[in-house]
């Protein structure tokens, strides 16, 4: 018996060796692998940025210490409060072990070590790190926001019941700091009655029923729940039919304390009175039917008022509610800004600025994204990289489709460890293609016109994430032999860098250079603050004067809406950040009106906790409004823009996105010339015919002064428009050019975009072919007018679909010119002389029917052009001598040779005669003029 006694003891000794042997390897594996952690990201923001990652991470110690203190704290309170010598979880797990109840001092212990310590410790940090307290914490430090207890907590729950005392700075202490702490005490109550029920079911047969004390214990339960249900209530938005909920929410939960204060008391000073089974039921059943009559009394009388609510809509719910909805959301939203102008107001606007169909013509883009995609892909040339997303890019007033290459990711490339971390450590430069003619930019202009090679090497950028990259290991080159010019990210020695390196062949104590975080998300992503964004579409810049590229990546801001007045996030940009693609430095640039935009003090910490610059000359040009935060914006406003109550109530002026749209970046002229601008049509919400209702117009930087800015241009009035849905001008485009794309295999329309042109707005539809190797070809260009579809040019490109349109265009002095290269200074008389004349087009892109004429005071003169005579005209005491519809193609210099003879007839001979030859345009308007003076023979 002894052998098999000290063999169960060494048996279980080796047992806990062996566990604790194996917890001591993961708690010193995850210790080394925090460490480690900790050690390279503060290195690395130090280094990049002087910034200290500690601070950020954990909110200035707020979120890693003071959230655990002070949840520790109130777990302690409840502790104490709730009588610390007894445990119900500690009753329960003895009893389900068949042990005996557990003594005062292991309760007292489990209560405050485990509960209160270990509970409030990871309560703590989930608090503060999941739930935003400790951002709050820091916030409110940082903005001197009061967040004292009691003051805070009356100020937000009186908001229900006056919320014209609502300060949003209050809110935002409450709702980020103090409620989170509040229901952790209600939280850790209400598990420690639900624990004391079970414990009251599961020694009924010892000890006895007490009904009381269970109903007692449900009331209190209720209680809490409407407790929480009022600790939600600041952050609601009231009419007046829901503001008579409040006060029957409020009076519930004080009831159901008192209806469970009663109960209980009675059931702990005399339990026995009502103890047993015939007495359970009914006292429970009494105690939820006192706690359903009593709110249902109370809420009986918001219903009774929500019978008036139609009756008083204006006054119930407008006035008290939407009215101040709608401020508080466009002001959260940051719409405030955004201006309306009618569609006619655009047309005038660029007829006041001379703008002509001539300056939009060349810019108006016939390849999108996918037909350019398809083009630039097979402009790859290497199995090893593949293109990152392509965008367009704005640079000296032309757009181009730009995508970077970058790196395949190991898993497809089937890479070893030393090709993933030593060779494969960047990839080269980018695909540019024309977005009009769809052709590839040449090679040898990428420097001309972006200012780098086309086969930059981008280090930092879209690339998939190796983890790290070591830089001075000389036993292996990087691809193409290229090697790395900038600075390392991190460096490592010691046991921290043998632990690092994954690859037994590699590891060292040696100091190791490395190059982490190449992902731009990434490294810039890790220093961010809460709520904080980085933009989903970033995208290349060029300093030509530097010679340098860069990754621009918007930083926008988003903090979730905390109150239902704001019925939408606090969203702004707060500027960009550019990642040198060669050498990895980051610096943040301030978007210039951030610092006037904030609508909130608290706000102000996303500003003064970087080194924002002001952002270069060369950059603004160059720059987009965030799409991602522009598309939510315009989706706010798509509702909030209605201020009127009677126009709010019809629903007749919402608006919503047509399905086969998009937001489109694209050069327009607003009124100023052409800009670089993006758009965004609308129409009617849940409308049975999508008319267009008009388009939004968001400027970039093309124009630094108005970058930024949003115009809503809008045709008719209210719930009406004159302006045709797409489908509509998609119809009439299939009707009139069905011969044509019956012969097309696999038509596809591109992006629906609609440009001001011939003094009246037009959609451009643009038709693709899929050819060979999957390349999409460009064959057809429609303008269909967005008021008239019958009035429509077709086309093989833009500019023929334009001159398809006949459109009567006023020429501007000095486009169209005349010279008469000679002309005869003596005319023997009946005999003809050459006059030769020479026109000029200088437009590139549109063609014009002109006139000529020759007039002279006097019937002196006999006219002929190409063998025949010309009749003259007589008007004004003039013989006017007409060669009319001459057709003059683009660039285009058109030479003439009149024939001219004089007649003695009327006048004297030897006299001088004085003529003029003029040119007009179609409409009649004289473009050009040449005097000349000739003598007649006799």
């Known amino acids: 018996m002894n052998t098999v006694s000290i063999s169960d003891r060494k048996k279980k000794l080796l047992k806990i060796i062996i566990g604790v042997s194996v917890a001591g390897v993961i708690l010193f594996i995850v210790l080394v692998s925090v460490i480690l952690n900790l050690v390279i990201n503060q290195q690395f923001y130090e280094n990049r940025l002087g910034l200290n990652w500690w601070t950020y991470l954990t909110m200035d110690n707020a979120a890693i210490l003071w959230c655990p203190l002070v949840a520790i704290g109130v777990l302690a309170g409840v502790v104490t409060a709730l009588i610390p010598t007894s445990s119900s979880t500690l009753n329960l797990i003895y009893k389900m072990m068949r042990r005996n109840r557990p003594s005062r001092m292991k309760c007292l212990i489990w209560n405050y070590a485990v509960v209160a310590g270990v509970g409030g410790l990871a309560a703590g940090w989930t608090i503060g790190f999941f739930f935003d307290a400790g951002f709050g914490i820091f916030v409110a430090n940082y903005a001197n926001i009061s967040y004292s207890f009691f003051p805070t907590l009356f100020a937000a729950l009186g908001y229900p019941l006056n919320p014209g005392t609502m300060d949003i700075n209050v809110l935002f202490a409450y709702t980020y700091i103090l409620r989170p702490f509040i229901l952790l005490a ?22 006895g ?25 600041p952050n609601g938005a009231y009419d007046v039919v829901k503001a008579a909920v409040v006060l029957p929410i409020i009076i519930c939960f004080f009831a159901s304390l008192v209806i469970g204060s009663i109960f209980y008391i009675a059931g702990v000073i005399n339990p026995s009175r009502y103890r047993g089974e015939r007495y359970y039921k009914p006292l429970i059943a009494l105690a939820i039917i006192a706690l359903i009559i009593l709110p249902a009394s109370f809420f009986i009388v918001a219903g009774v008022k929500s019978l008036y609510r139609e009756a008083n809509w204006n006054q119930w719910t407008w006035d008290t509610k939407l009215s101040t909805q709608i401020e508080t959301t466009r002001t959260a939203a940051g719409l405030n800004n955004f201006t309306k102008l009618t569609t006619q107001q655009l047309l005038d606007n660029q007829s006041t600025w001379g703008t002509k169909d001539e300056d939009i013509i060349p810019h108006i883009r016939t390849f999108d994204y996918q037909a350019s995609r398809l083009k630039m892909v097979n402009k790859i040339g290497t199995n090893w990289e593949e293109l990152a997303d392509s965008d367009i890019h704005y640079i000296d007033g032309s757009e181009y489709w730009i995508a970077p290459r970058t790196i395949r990711s190991s898993g497809a490339l089937d890479l070893d460890w030393v090709q993933d971390h030593l060779i494969y450590t960047h990839s080269r430069g980018f695909v540019a293609l024309n977005p009009v003619t769809g052709d590839h930019i040449p090679l040898s202009s990428y420097e001309t016109t972006f200012g780098v090679p086309y086969n930059s090497s981008i280090y930092f950028g879209e690339l998939p994430d190796n983890g790290y990259t070591i830089l001075n290991e000389t036993r292996y080159h990087e691809i193409e032999k290229i090697t790395y010019q900038g600075a390392p990210d991190i460096s490592l020695k010691g046991f921290l860098n043998w632990w690092y390196i994954d690859e037994w062949g590699f590891k060292t104590g040696n100091e190791t250079h490395y190059l982490i975080k190449r992902n731009i998300n990434d490294r810039i992503g890790g220093i961010l603050l809460p709520h904080m964004v980085i933009g989903d579409d970033p995208y290349l810049v060029f300093d030509k004067n530097n010679s340098k590229m860069y990754y621009c990546v918007d930083i926008i801001l988003d903090i979730p809406s905390f109150s239902r007045y704001m019925e939408a996030d606090i969203v702004r940009w707060l500027g960009v950040v550019l990642v040198d693609t060669a050498l990895g430095t980051m ?99 849940e409308a049975t015919i999508g008319n267009l209702v008009g388009f939004y117009i968001v400027e970039n930087g093309g124009n630094s002064s108005f970058l930024g800015r949003v115009t809503f241009y809008r045709n008719g009035t209210l719930g009406q428009t004159e302006m045709i849905g797409l489908n509509v001008a998609t119809s009439a485009y299939s009707q009139k050019d069905a011969n044509f794309l019956e012969l097309l295999s696999v038509p596809r329309f591109g992006n629906f975009l609609i440009y001001p042109l011939a003094n009246s707005l037009y959609y451009v539809i643009p038709v693709y072919e899929t050819t060979g190797e999957g390349i999409e070809t460009l064959m057809r260009v429609a303008l269909v007018n967005a008021f008239d579809p019958g009035t429509m040019g077709i086309g093989n490109n833009i500019t023929h679909a334009y001159n ?122 004289l473009i050009d003029s040449k005097p000349r003076t000739a003598y007649i023979y006799p």
């Open 209 to 233: 029923a007490n009904p009381l004390k269970t109903a007692g214990m449900i009331a209190f339960i209720i209680s809490l729940a409407f407790f929480i249900w009022w600790l939600f209530l």
């Open 587 to 685: 610096n943040f640039y301030l978007y210039n009106n951030s610092y006037a935009d904030l609508p909130y003090d608290f706000l102000q910490i996303y500003i003064d906790m970087y080194n924002w610059e002001e952002m270069p000359d060369w950059l603004v040009p160059q720059l987009k409004y965030p799409e991602i935060l522009i598309e939510y914006q315009l989706e706010i406003d798509y509702t909030y823009h209605v201020t009127d109550s009677d126009t709010w109530r019809s629903g007749e002026d919402f608006f919503e996105r047509p399905s086969a749209t998009d937001y489109h970046h694209i050069i327009y002229d607003v009124g100023y010339g052409p800009t670089y601008v993006g758009a965004s049509i609308v129409e009617f919400s």
């Open 804 to 925: 398809s349109l006949n459109v009567t265009t006023e020429v501007p002095p000095g486009v169209l010119s005349l010279n008469v290269v000679s002309a005869p200074a003596f005319i023997t008389e009946g005999e003809y002389e050459d006059l030769e004349i020479l026109i000029n087009n200088g437009y590139t892109t549109q063609s014009f029917n002109v006139s000529l004429e020759i007039s002279t005071g006097y019937a002196l003169f006999n006219v002929s052009f190409a063998g025949q005579e010309i009749t003259p005209e007589v008007g004004g005491g003039f013989y006017n001598y007409s060669i009319a519809n001459l057709t003059l193609l683009e660039t285009q210099y058109t030479g003439l040779i009149p024939q001219i003879s004089g007649l003695i007839t009327g006048g004297q001979p030897f006299s001088p005669v004085n003529y003029v030859v003029n040119l007009f345009n179609e409409t009649g308007h």
């Open 186 to 207: 209600i939280g850790a109550i209400m598990v420690k009655i639900a624990l004391d029920l079970i414990n009251a079911f599961a020694f009924r047969g010892e000890r």
